[in-house]
């Protein structure tokens, strides 16, 4: 029952930032950890970073000190702000959870966002 819109994806030069958000609707109780992924042309989808219920964050290295996670205090929202882009950010990023219903996981994806990075 849970689905995720992600939003703020667009143009930004290199060296600039961007914020992207995404929206958990449904049945958002049952969400357990949050996260990004990117899959930028002719490469596979790769993982960005993702945050538990408790704060607890882990980065791709290729964003480490860039990029932060972070989620709202309702745990219906995850954003990643995104600093000091470079061309290679460019990619569709996907929002990722994991919803947890009693022992059974299961995880949702949200439609992607574009965001293109130019030098």
């Given at each position: 029952q849970v689905q995720l819109v992600e939003s703020g994806g667009g143009l930004a030069q290199a060296g600039g930032s961007l914020r992207l958000?995404?929206?958990?609707?449904?049945?958002?109780?049952s969400i357990d950890?949050?996260?990004?992924?990117?899959?930028?042309?002719?490469?596979?989808?790769?993982?960005?970073?993702?945050?538990?219920?408790?704060?607890?964050?882990t980065y791709a290295d290729s964003v480490k000190g860039r990029f932060t996670i972070s989620r709202d205090s309702a745990k219906n929202t995850v954003s990643l702000q995104m600093n000091s882009l470079?061309?290679?950010d460019t990619a569709v990023y996907f929002c990722n959870t994991v919803v947890v219903n009693g022992t059974v996981y299961s995880a949702v994806w949200g439609q992607?966002?574009?965001v293109t990075v130019s030098s």
């Open positions: 958000s995404c929206a958990a609707s449904g049945s958002i109780n950890a949050m996260g990004w992924y990117r899959q930028a042309p002719g490469k596979q989808r790769e993982f960005i970073a993702r945050i538990t219920t408790v704060g607890r964050t470079k061309p290679e992607g966002t574009l």
